[in-house]
């Protein structure tokens, strides 16, 4: 079982400390926090407990009851694109409307799932999103290492 700490360090081996790359949508960024969601925080001098704070209300808690396998890969790509983002996906992978609200429907769709199928085409998903941004051609490695990386989480924790 995959805890919040054990995703938060998994996500820290993803994201690194202050980056202001302007080429990034989200702008100045440390831990993968960015200005862009967070403008009142000093992104530059934010700690990693600050961050972790931050990820754990925001980024990890709305899927609260779920897989925890289905969890850490919603987190990270929450983390990476946006919490609705990545909820929204989940729900085209578990088939109910994706309205970025994760409810008791969304919730009974993906436990009449296989885990290791929600694994897989949320990844797919995931690519599929990536592949359409406007950023694509300057952070495309980055994307496709990272999900390399969870697609081998994923087979870890199924």
Known sequence: MISFGDAFTRL????????????DPGGETHW?????S?????????????????YYADFWTPLADADPAVKFQVFDFAVNSGVSTAIRKLQ?????????????????????????DVLLLL????LEYLTKLKAWPDFSKGWVQRIATNLRYAAKDN
Not at 39 to 54: C, F, G, Q, S, Y
Not at 97 to 107: N, V
Not at 123 to 126: H, Q, W
């Open 92 to 116: 085209a992978v578990v088939g109910v409307a994706d309205d970025g609200y994760w409810g008791p429907l969304s919730k009974a769709a993906l436990a009449k799932m296989a885990r290791n």
């Open 12 to 23: 820290l081996g993803q994201e690194g400390g202050y980056v202001n790359n302007p080429a």
């Open 32 to 36: 993968g926090i960015s200005k862009r």
């Open 123 to 126: 990844n797919a998903e995931r």
């Open 38 to 54: 967070y403008p009142a925080v000093d992104i530059k001098n934010l700690t990693r407990e600050k961050a972790m704070e931050i």
